[in-house]
């Protein structure tokens, strides 16, 4: 693997855009820099704050649009819980995922358990219920803060 982590997203992110006709234009692009370099979920506020420490500050409602990009593009989601957004790790294909958030130290683990999506979805289907969106999100202890605890 060459060059930082950081790099790397964007380079993807630059690529699958690229591939599927979208435009990741320099402040949708930013916007995932941002996230991405945070390691942890940030609220729409302190992606803004963030920006404004850069040379051009931004309107709210650019930073909202470039965070619908994302989140369609899939490049982040969101965590309905916390109000706030996160870099995905592996955006290249689509997927359901399911969040382990830690309420100690904000530590923030995508899972991805197609067991736990196909059992939702026939669950909803036996109610009789359209979902149009999914969120699973448990909020606890990191391994690593329970381990500190004791
Ligand atoms: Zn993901
Ligand atoms: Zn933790």
């Known amino acids: 693997m060459d060059g930082n982590p950081l790099d790397l997203v964007l380079r993807r992110a630059d690529a699958l855009c690229r591939e599927r006709g979208a435009r990741l234009t320099p402040q949708r692009r930013q916007v995932l820099k941002i996230l991405c370099a945070a390691g942890r979920p940030l609220g729409a506020y302190e992606i803004l704050e963030a920006m404004r420490e850069g040379a ?16 369609a593009q899939g490049l982040v989601h969101k965590l ?57 999100e448990l909020i606890g202890t990191c391994a690593d803060c329970a381990h500190k605890r004791h």
């Open 56 to 71: 051009r500050a931004l309107a709210p409602p650019t930073v909202y649009r470039a965070l619908d990009f994302l989140l």
């Open 80 to 136: 309905e819980s916390l109000h706030a957004f996160v870099g995905c790790n592996h955006p290249e294909r689509p997927h359901c995922s399911q969040f382990l958030i830690c309420a100690d130290c904000g530590l923030v683990t995508e899972l991805e358990d197609a067991a736990i999506a196909r059992s939702l979805k026939s669950a909803a289907k036996e109610s009789g219920f359209r979902p149009e969106r999914r969120v699973v």
